[in-house]
Every structure is written in structure tokens, then in C-alpha cells.
Nanobody, 123 residues
Framework: QVQLVESGGGLVQAGGSLRLSCAAS????????MGWFRQAPGKEREFVAA????????YYADSVKGRFTISRDKATNTVTLQMNSLKPENTALYYC????????????????WGRGTQVTVAS
């Protein structure tokens, strides 16, 4: 079965960096879009970034453009989110997700989900 396993979260000071990884397994992801979403307490899950598995096109939420970078490694079936210049408002549970229905910014379009990794940014 498909598994998405996130890692790399933690506690960091404002202005610092973290690198999240998502290990994907259980199927071929050709044609899929791999995304990162986040959910803070009391808030809805929101789109952060996504990448097309095949061509590598990337998409970002306006709030993270220029600070976050998403990439994928086909050899290791890994999706990475490099997060720089972190802010306290970036504190959330970060999820890796996969969509087989094309690029979409809505969480409802993503069929496979990981359990999340906590990112906490201290001020």
C-alpha cells in the first residue's frame, strides 16, 4: 500500500531553517503531484508547496515564495521541503500528500497523506 512518511520537523528559532523529507513508497508516482500542506491548531489545512513528479514543475503559496523550496528525487522516491527564514507563524503540523488528479491547491484533491511532522518556530 502507499505510504508517505514525513521526517525532519523540530524546534527552531525564528530566522532559522529546517529541511523536511517525505519518503514515498507503495506505487509508482509517475503522473502524480506531490504536495506539502500544513495545519496549525484551530486553523484549516493549507497548501504550502507542490511539485509534479514527472516534469518537476513547482508551485508555492504566496506566503512561502522565496523562502521555501520543494524538490523531488526520483531515485530515492523522496520529496523534500527546504524551509529558510522561518517565522513563528510557520508553526504547524506539516503533511506530505500525493494527488493523482493533477495540480491543485486544495487538500481535498490529494488522495494519499502522511501522518505529519511538527514544525515549531520560536520567536
Amino acid at each position: 500500500q502507499v505510504q508517505l512518511v514525513e521526517s525532519g520537523g523540530g524546534l527552531v528559532q525564528a530566522g532559522g531553517s529546517l529541511r523536511l523529507s517525505c519518503a514515498a513508497s507503495g506505487r509508482t508516482f509517475a503522473g502524480y503531484v506531490m504536495g506539502w500542506f500544513r495545519q496549525a491548531p484551530g486553523k484549516e489545512r493549507e497548501f504550502v508547496a507542490a511539485i509534479r513528479w514527472g516534469g518537476g514543475s513547482t508551485y508555492y503559496a504566496d506566503s512561502v515564495k522565496g523562502r521555501f523550496t520543494i524538490s523531488r528525487d526520483k531515485a530515492t522516491n523522496t520529496v523534500t521541503l527546504q524551509m529558510n527564514s522561518l517565522k513563528p507563524e510557520n508553526t504547524a503540523l506539516y503533511y506530505c500528500a500525493a494527488s493523482g488528479s493533477g495540480m491543485d491547491y486544495s487538500a481535498s484533491s490529494y488522495y494519499y497523506w502522511g501522518r505529519g511532522t511538527q514544525v515549531t518556530v520560536a520567536s
